[in-house]
T-cell receptor, first 113, second 116 residues
Framework: AQSVTQLDSQVPVFEEAPVELRCNYS??????LFWYVQYPNQGLQLLLK??????LVKGINGFEAEFNKSQTSFHLRKPSVHISDTAEYFC???????????FGAGTRLAVHP | GAVVSQHPSWVICKSGTSVKIECRSL??????MFWYRQFPKQSLMLMAT?????????EQGVEKDKFLINHASLTLSTLTVTSAHPEDSSFYIC????????????FGSGTRLTVV
């Protein structure tokens, strides 16, 4: 079975500061990893995904994540956040094909001026 | 990128009535789609996997007779909440699933259901 753990339920940070949102996964098979962002009362928008290849993945809005197989982690980072980055962030894992996507509990990023 | 249209975006209904939510995969034919439920300040919980032309696969604990899923075409999946009650009030989100080099999942904008 697969599972995803997002280690921080809330992350407060000041504008223009760097941020890291942590995600660990467990799986007995190869995984595909995703980070999504959700704004209030909206669906999910894909930030980035790891399917294969380079372990450093760059996404939209200046976000990036690094796949670390030995530590089973896929942490999301941004060097300088903006107020508009305030949202809920979800890490998710799939085993591929038409298999379901399993979500972590989410991390609320709150960017303060 | 892939586009998923979900309708309605919000709905209020009386207790005991049924509500249908539509999810359309606009730019490719989706053999498989997924339905999620999200309570306030919580994560997405998968309810069921919708398969075109066959019965949906429900997650443990989800009442298949209450949450009817129909995937009659490759571009449309519907979720009908039957005999809705206030505890069914929630945010429902669908997604499609694309395989191949563009592998991934695209989500609809969600439907806020309020049962009064």
């Amino acid at each position: 079975a697969q599972s995803v753990t997002q280690l921080d339920s809330q992350v407060p940070v000041f504008e223009e500061a760097p941020v890291e949102l942590r995600c660990n996964y467990s799986s007995s098979v190869s995984v595909y990893l995703f980070w999504y962002v959700q704004y209030p009362n909206q669906g999910l928008q894909l930030l980035l995904k790891y399917l294969s290849g380079s372990t450093l993945v760059k996404g939209i809005n200046g976000f990036e994540a690094e796949f670390n197989k030995s530590q089973t982690s896929f942490h999301l980072r941004k060097p300088s956040v903006h107020i508009s980055d305030t949202a809920e962030y979800f890490c998710a894992v799939s085993s591929g094909g038409y298999n379901k996507l399993i979500f972590g509990a989410g991390t609320r990023l709150a960017v303060h001026p | 990128g892939a586009v998923v249209s979900q309708h309605p975006s919000w709905v209020i209904c009386k207790s005991g009535t049924s509500v249908k939510i539509e999810c359309r995969s606009l730019d490719f034919q989706a053999t498989t789609m997924f339905w999620y439920r999200q309570f306030p300040k919580q994560s997405l919980m998968l309810m069921a996997t919708s398969n075109e032309g066959s019965k949906a696969t429900y997650e443990q604990g989800v009442e298949k007779d209450k949450f009817l899923i129909n995937h009659a075409s490759l571009t449309l999946s519907t979720l009908t909440v039957t005999s809705a009650h206030p505890e069914d009030s929630s945010f429902y989100i669908c997604s499609n699933s694309r395989t191949g080099p563009a592998y991934g999942y695209t989500f609809g904008s969600g439907t806020r259901l309020t049962v009064v």
